[in-house]
């Protein structure tokens, strides 16, 4: 039988705990808004309020869509800094970092500054406008998940031979970039977009400031007004986390041409044998 | 008339000249080789045929067409890569079909083609595989069954069985050139191996640090290389320094014995001076064979069995000789530290520069 050493075993107890028992309170306390008994009630409240579903339709949406402009953006940039400017690497390394270094409060000022009444483009004073820089600042808080997501995924690939490959067969740039690159590099497109969707789907700071109908300003209003459904929320929030990572890892780790499931045995297998006479 | 043609093509990368005023001309069908050692310039100039780099000067045609500054996806070339280079998203039917496929050909002719391509390189019966599935001979089968689909003017292989273990090299090596012949396409291929260039090459060109040394079928490169670089870098020499007797007859005086050669294999003699008289391994014989056989003494050093021959080091004077005999199971071999006699005949004899 194999032992495990008593002190690592230890720390991994210990940081178990640490992340498990203040998440089990809370979802003990979300589910003990009626008296006495234990029940969904907390959930049942929240999902019944219109304003959840519609806050996060509008994050989900956004999110999406920012994932989508993200994927637009990031894919031909990492390919083409890989392929013909692998010197200025660093460089888009660094830029992409700086959502991380510039606080997003300084990031949607600047946007209300440039995109204002005075504007040359005043995005914020319609509502597309600003829903529009909501998705723009969330491409740009996507940049360093889905960068580096991409860059490794175009690492893991030899794209140099491949694009030469794929030209000596008469493909175009466009085409080499739609059938060859984007393919390859969707499982790792798909894991910067689940680190993106679980980062935008509950962001507070750009939708508040923008004064967007988001789920972000919808759960600290909750926290605010009420005690059992913030609860529920903060647990529902972090089924979704979870969710978004465990996919991303069925994407990272899935080959093409392999099922999401294992085949199912067909019927005629559990058929009994015939015995020749 | 040349089918493909390279006219004085230079290429630099910065201060750094990698090809140098190349010239070359191949036949339709032609099988042609690039052979040389790491950094010589070879895979630049099929870098350049295949339009993935543009030479500095010069002018490259194929079929009469000015192709130097047109883009590689316009030129109906056909490339093998020594990494396969198969689109790990696309199953090997999508592999060979893409091609096809970009070159918008209908459906019912792209399903026909790529059937006669598998069928070709007998891997049919693996359409539905994707290249992890496969090993690295049969991925390099499908690389080589796309590239062709398209019916390509010209087909260039960089180095593609490097990859692959010594058995599959051999038999793909043989099925590249028979689908070659079969199929009569212009061919050049890339390899730093000597062995790959001469069994399969119609010519070969050998080249040292961005030109072609010599270019000739393989028995001449092999037999009569012209330039010391030639001679050294494709199979073993054995190198004595002979002193010339007299220039006009092709005497020399090695070691003390006087040798009359049919040729100076080109080089300039003159009485007196010192130059290098070269001699193949397989050059050399445990009996005389003829009256005017030159013998030589010495002492075996070392014996390595390489299955078919035998590699024997003999110590002949101060000097180590390199010596292949046949592996014959009935006649026995000398022993490490025994005396033997070697002879050669002067007719084998190179003679090159000092």
């Known amino acids: 039988m194999k032992r495990y050493p008593a002190f690592p075993t230890l720390i991994v107890i210990a940081a178990s705990l640490y992340f498990l028992v203040p998440l089990y309170a809370t979802f003990d306390f979300s589910l003990r808004m009626e008296r006495g008994v234990l029940s969904f009630a907390a959930y049942r409240d929240v999902f019944q309020s219109d304003t959840f579903i519609s806050t996060l339709t509008f994050s989900a949406v956004a999110s999406l869509v920012a994932i989508l402009l993200g994927a637009l953006i990031i894919v031909p940039t990492a390919y083409w800094v890989r392929l013909k400017l692998p010197r200025v690497r660093p460089l888009v390394e660094f830029l992409t970092l700086l959502p991380l270094i510039i606080p997003p409060v300084v990031l949607v000022f600047g946007y209300m500054r440039i995109y204002g009444n005075n504007s040359f483009l005043p995005l914020t004073t319609t509502d597309p406008g600003t829903n529009l820089l909501l998705v723009i600042g969330y491409t740009v808080l996507s940049l360093p998940y889905m960068f580096r997501a991409v860059d490794n995924g175009m690492a893991a690939i030899d794209i140099a031979t491949l694009t030469e490959a794929a030209e000596s067969l008469g493909a175009s740039r466009f085409a080499i970039i739609r059938r060859v690159i984007f393919p390859n590099v969707r499982s790792a497109i798909m894991a910067g977009a689940f680190l993106t969707f679980s980062i935008s789907l509950g962001e507070f700071v750009m939708a508040s400031l923008l004064n967007r109908p988001a789920f972000g300003p919808y759960l600290v209003q909750m926290g605010q007004d009420y005690a059992y459904q913030p609860a529920a929320l903060a647990i529902m929030a972090f089924v979704v986390t979870w969710a978004s990572m465990a996919l991303m890892q069925v994407f990272a780790t899935r080959k093409p041409g392999q099922r999401f499931l294992p085949r199912m045995p067909r019927l005629s297998t559990f058929a009994p044998r015939r015995v020749q006479s | ?354």
Request: glycine share 8%; with cysteine.
């Open chain 2, 1 to 354: 008339m040349s089918f493909l043609t390279l006219e004085s093509v230079s290429k630099s990368f910065g201060a750094n000249t990698v090809v140098k005023e190349f010239d070359l001309g191949v036949r339709k069908g032609e099988f042609i080789s690039f052979l040389g050692p790491s950094g010589c310039g070879k895979t630049t100039v099929l870098r350049m045929v295949a339009g993935f780099e543009t030479p500095t000067s010069g002018a490259i045609t194929i079929d009469g067409e000015d192709v130097t500054m047109l883009p590689a996806n316009k030129r109906r070339i056909g490339m093998v890569f020594q990494a396969y280079a198969l689109f790990p998203n696309m199953n090997v039917y999508d592999n060979v079909a893409f091609g096809l496929k970009i070159n918008g050909m209908d459906n019912a002719a792209v399903d026909r083609r790529v059937r006669d391509m598998l069928d070709m390189i007998a891997l049919g019966h693996l359409a539905d595989r994707y290249p992890y599935q496969m090993s690295g001979g049969q991925q390099q089968r499908v690389a080589l069954a796309r590239a062709l689909a398209p019916q390509p003017r010209v087909l260039l292989l960089d180095e593609p069985l490097s990859a692959l273990d010594a058995k599959i090299r051999l038999s793909l090596r043989e099925d590249i050139r028979k689908i070659q012949r079969e199929l009569g396409i212009t061919t050049v291929f890339v390899t730093h191996d000597q062995e790959e260039a001469l069994s399969i090459s119609d010519r070969v060109i050998v080249m040292n640090k961005g030109r072609a040394d010599q270019m000739g079928t393989p028995s001449e490169i092999y037999n009569r290389p012209k330039t010391r670089f030639v001679a050294e870098f494709v199979g073993t020499l054995n190198m004595f320094d002979a002193r010339v007797a007299d220039a006009g007859a092709n005497r020399l005086n090695l070691a003390g014995r006087d040798i009359a050669l049919p040729s100076s294999s080109g080089a300039a003699l003159r009485n007196g001076e010192t130059v290098k008289l070269a001699l193949r391994p397989e050059a050399f014989y445990l009996d005389a064979q003829r009256p005017d056989d030159v013998p030589l003494e010495g002492r075996v050093q070392h014996m390595g069995f390489h299955g078919s021959i035998i590699r024997a080091k003999v110590t002949v004077g101060e000097q180590t000789v390199t010596i292949d005999m046949f592996n014959q199971a009935n006649v026995a071999m000398p022993s490490v530290g025994e005396p033997i006699k070697l002879y050669f005949s002067p007719a084998d004899a190179l003679v090159l520069a000092a």
